[in-house]
């Protein structure tokens, strides 16, 4: 994921899961660039809890509990009256409601670019980087596997 | 729908507070108990209807309820709706007719739905009498109810241990009616 440029950063889906992957610090540093966000009530948390991951054997088998993960989230309303939601993993609850914060603000659409361009974009850049490089690692350490026939008949 | 969201308990000894009142309001029938909760529930719902649905329901029961407090609630407990004879838990702005309501089976009886009565006031309406478990004696207050509906109070305890239970709420007050109360006018 987020690898292709062509990724819309405006999706709402999109934004989230970048907010989520990144951590409190780095999303605080990115705003000091930003316009401010907007004063805010708490609707729900910020709060801990567990979440359950499901996967299926195989990628497409039957789907089983792979265990639980601690989860952080929070809602928020900004002052304009939009609903922000964070979930990010850990107990982090700083960032679950930055992350609610910051979803508030990005669907006003006042603010919508310059926080695309100050805080979503440099995120999903980093996240982009972080996976090419694990993956050139892995390329580098690549074996390739090949079978040798058998010459005997 | 997302506008009229406000907050909902902000820590869980406000629950536990809640459900120590409902508690001991269940134990004393008639008894009224107030909640001081910090909380502004949507304008269909009293804070004490709002505070016993937030301590109450969860993800595992049905609720009926008004249109504008069911997203509300729905967001904060993860609370099911329902038509009013399916549900756990009914909240009503007067009193109505109760026999629709599941009152439970005979091995478990305990599945009898709630009705939270959510009225302007406890103390006004008919005299009434109640006795039975939690009360010493007899008491005679007044309640906002009907003739009917302590009518269908009565017979409903010919399917005891079936039944539902109630609680009148008003305002920040609360008074339960566990299904074990016997009432009569007067």
Redesign the interface.
């Known amino acids: 994921m987020l690898l292709d440029p062509a990724t819309d950063l405006r999706a709402r889906p999109t934004w989230l899961g970048i907010l989520a992957r990144a951590d409190a610090d780095r999303i605080a540093h990115c705003l000091t660039d930003a316009p401010a966000l907007p004063d805010f009530t708490r609707l729900r948390g910020p709060e801990t809890g567990m979440a359950m991951i499901r996967a299926r054997m195989g990628g497409s088998g039957a789907a089983f509990n792979v265990g639980e993960i601690t989860i952080a989230r929070c809602t928020i309303r900004d002052v304009t009256g939009r609903i922000g939601h964070g979930y990010a993993t850990g107990r982090d609850l700083v960032h679950a409601e930055l992350v609610a914060r910051i979803d508030a603000a990005l669907q006003n659409p006042v603010l919508q670019d310059r926080l695309i361009d100050a805080v979503v974009a440099p995120l999903a850049a980093e996240i982009a980087a972080r996976r090419a490089a694990i993956e050139a690692q892995a390329q580098a350490t690549e074996v390739k596997f090949f079978t040798l026939a058998s010459m005997r008949s | 729908m ?2 009229e ?4 308990f ?1 820590d869980i000894h406000a629950s536990q507070r809640c459900f120590r009142a409902i508690l001991d309001a269940m134990s004393h029938p008639g008894r009224t108990r107030t909640l001081d909760e910090a909380l502004d529930p949507p304008p269909s719902l009293s804070v004490a209807a709002a505070c016993c649905l937030l301590a109450l329901t969860d993800a595992t029961v049905l609720v009926a309820l008004p249109d504008d407090a069911a997203n509300w609630l729905v ?2 407990t993860g609370a099911g709706l329902a038509p009013p004879s399916r549900a756990d838990f009914i909240v009503a702005r007067a009193p109505i007719a109760i026999t629709n309501f599941s009152g439970g089976t005979d091995e478990e009886p305990e599945r009898g739905a709630t009705l939270l009565l959510d009225v302007p006031a406890l103390d006004t309406g008919i005299r009434v009498r109640l006795s039975g478990p939690g009360i010493a004696g007899s008491i005679t207050i007044s309640l906002p109810l009907t003739t009917d509906f302590i009518r269908q109070w009565r017979d409903q305890h010919d399917r005891a241990p079936c039944g539902i239970d109630v609680i009148l709420c008003a305002g920040r007050s609360l008074l339960a009616m566990p299904r074990s109360v016997m009432m009569e006018a007067i």
């Open positions: 997302s506008d969201l406000s907050p909902g902000n967001f904060h």
